[in-house]
Nanobody
Framework: QVQVVESGGGSVQAGGSLRLSCEASGYYYNRNCMAWFRQAPGKEREGVAG????????YFADSVKGRFTISLENAKNTMYLQMNSLKPEDTAMYYC????????????????WGQGTQVTVSS
């Protein structure tokens, strides 16, 4: 079974950057898709970015386009989310999700989840 481990969260000022990492052992990155989700207090879970099959297919939420990038390093079984120009509204718990059969922001399509890593952006 896949085990998902996240890292890289923290507290930064607006305009700063963070890079989140997700290692998914037992997962075949060349098949199916992985994604980042986030959830702030009082709000529903939101799909942030996703990537499939060697990085050939990606999606980004409109709110992060031009600021965030997603990548896969297959040799290390690791997915990265580079977060630049961070805004206070990016503050949330960020979750790594693995093994969706399609590229989607529907969390129900993903079979494995990390524990979450907190991102806090101050004004």
């Amino acid at each position: 079974q896949v085990q998902v481990v996240e890292s890289g969260g923290g507290s930064v000022q607006a305009g700063g950057s963070l890079r989140l990492s997700c290692e998914a052992s037992g997962y075949y990155y060349n098949r199916n898709c992985m994604a980042w989700f986030r959830q702030a207090p009082g709000k529903e879970r939101e799909g942030v970015a996703g990537v499939c099959s060697g990085g050939g297919s990606t999606y980004f939420a409109d709110s992060v386009k031009g600021r965030f990038t997603i990548s896969l390093e297959n040799a290390k079984n690791t997915m990265y989310l580079q977060m630049n120009s961070l805004k206070p509204e990016d503050t949330a718990m960020y979750y790594c999700a693995a093994e969706s059969p399609i590229l989607t922001s529907d969390p129900l399509q993903y079979n494995y989840w990390g524990q979450g890593t907190q991102v806090t952006v101050s004004s």
